[in-house]
């Protein structure tokens, strides 16, 4: 078994496969799920170790180690990110030490200018060019540009570390070095959690502590993660999620709903995955990273989902973007220029549409008033509209950052609308009203339901290679009826898949004291039997890989 494992991962060591080792190949970036990864880490692990008490040559070598991981998996684009790096410590310094205002908001101006000026070349200009051609008509030419991985998430770190220093949270790192260190630590450096300097800078100029406990929870996560990405949500992606979502029209109504099922637990088990497999691997550094993932699915309303997903995403935007244009204070000109331009877009779509189908026109007219609504009724209306329209920024801000796509615009504004109506909804139904002794447990599970799939509609526009797909999906869904008969045969040639959807839905939901109960359990084993679990995730990870390690999903952001 050991041998299969060897062959397939690693194969017969030859010149050519050291190369390929060591060499970026576009098809074959270096991932966590990967047997090469796992390599490549116990053999840095060892010397890691080795440097404990090194503090200087332990930094320089992850610096190194973390600049090789991001060369395996994006090319030359790691001078981009050293590029990058010595520009925004500069800054930074600056920012710092000059006392001008006027300087500090000048350095500050250019280092976001540049980071997304940088974010927004290999993002978005085709997005743009082919706006441009479709409203004037025009053929202007793509551009032939490779989006590197992990560009949004050290981008963003970025931003918050010269922000913080700006704001005075934080003063610059001693040296190039320490930031360097912050902006290229590879567990979290292509796809998160986002680190704030606040948090993580600290931590390296501490002693370098790894506790047992550490361990095992590392090992855990690690674990956990393995099994979230490659058993359930690559199989459940590669054998029924990605078939529907390519040809829709192609499945039953049935299927379609499923699909969207599949997809709702996939992005979970995808990106939660990393985020244990991520603060895993740096625990077993000695650094701890920010919990990315709160159970998201178990959420009574819009609001405390987003307390619960993609935790350091929602923060950062709280903190640098939805503050930034005003938050619940006042308002600013971008705060209303977003939301302005997305339900004008919505309405000029209507009316475009017109001729063909009044539904679209219908839509957007409703949407402005739904959301015009949410603060004309609210008790405190200035302060709320100021509230709303800036969620609305921050959420359409926050679906373009995911891709440049309309599907991805939709899909923030929807979950932007859904904020709005729940802070109002909050305003006229407090908690304080709703606690009914014997009520209470039934509206908690309504919550929960009605979050949930209000959740996974919106993942659709997110999953959907376009819009006309996305609509082509909820139209089929719209269609669904009960058939006992055909869904069992649908469910029996699905059988696999089916039972790893009903297994990552039962992981998730299960109370957090079980869970808890389970890792006091792994802990207490023997070394010799939590070394014998680890070796069976990975011959379980071997044994269901189906087409080879699969690209997280968020690689792509």
Known sequence: ????????????????????????????????????????????????????????????????????????????????????????????????????????????????????????????????????????????????????????????????????????????????????????????????????????????????????????????????????????????????????????????????????????????????????????????????????????????????????????????LKDFLYISVGGNRNGTFAGFLFPSLFFLGLIVWGISYASTSTIPLIIGIASTILFAFTFIFSKEREKTMYTNVNLMTTMLLGGLWHGASLRFIIWGALHGMALAIHKIFLEYYPPSKRKIFFLTPFLKIIGILVTFHFVAFCWIFFRAKDFTTALQIINNIGKVTFDFNQWLTIIQGYQNVFILMFFGYFWHYIPEKVTIAIQNVYKAMPLISRAIILGLVFWLVYATASAGPQPFIYFQF
Not at 113 to 135: A, E, H, P
Not at 175 to 192: E, H, K, N, T
């Open 1 to 316: 078994m050991l041998q299969d494992w060897f062959n397939k991962n690693i194969g017969q060591v030859t010149t050519e496969v050291i190369e390929k080792w060591f060499v970026y190949n576009e098809k074959e970036p270096l991932l966590f799920n990967t047997g090469l990864f796992l390599g490549l880490f116990l053999v840095f692990y060892f010397w890691y170790v080795l440097l404990r008490k090194a503090d200087t040559l332990r930094m320089i070598y992850v610096i190194l180690f973390s600049l090789f991981f991001y060369y395996k998996s994006s090319g030359i684009y790691f001078l981009l990110l050293l590029g990058s790096a010595v520009v925004d410590y500069n800054l930074g310094n600056l920012v710092h030490r000059t006392s001008s205002v006027l300087n500090k908001k000048l350095c500050l101006t250019f280092s976001i200018i540049l980071n997304l000026g940088f974010l927004g070349y290999f993002k978005y200009s085709n997005f743009l060019v082919d706006i441009t051609n479709n409203l004037t008509g025009g053929k202007l030419a793509f551009f032939d540009v490779i989006l590197p991985v992990g560009i949004s998430f050290y981008t963003f770190q970025s931003i918050s570390y010269i922000i913080e220093i700006y704001r005075k949270e934080i003063v610059p790192t001693k040296r190039f070095m320490d930031y360097l260190f912050f902006v290229s630590f590879f567990p979290q450096l292509v796809a998160g959690p986002i680190v704030r300097a606040k948090d993580f800078l600290p931590q390296i100029y501490q002693k370098l502590n790894v506790t047992q406990d550490d361990i095992n929870r590392a090992f855990l996560l690690i674990i956990g993660g393995l099994i979230k990405k490659t058993v359930i949500s690559d199989y459940i992606s590669l054998n029924f999620v990605d078939r529907v979502f390519d040809l829709p029209n192609s499945y039953t109504p049935f299927e379609n709903l499923m699909a969207s099922y599949g997809y709702t637990i996939q992005i979970y088990c995808d990106f939660s995955g990393y985020s244990d497999m991520a603060i895993g691997v740096a625990l077993l550094l000695g650094f701890k990273l920010p919990t990315n993932f709160r159970s998201p699915y178990k959420s009574t309303s819009i609001t405390d989902f987003w307390r619960r997903w993609h935790i350091s995403l929602s923060t950062w």
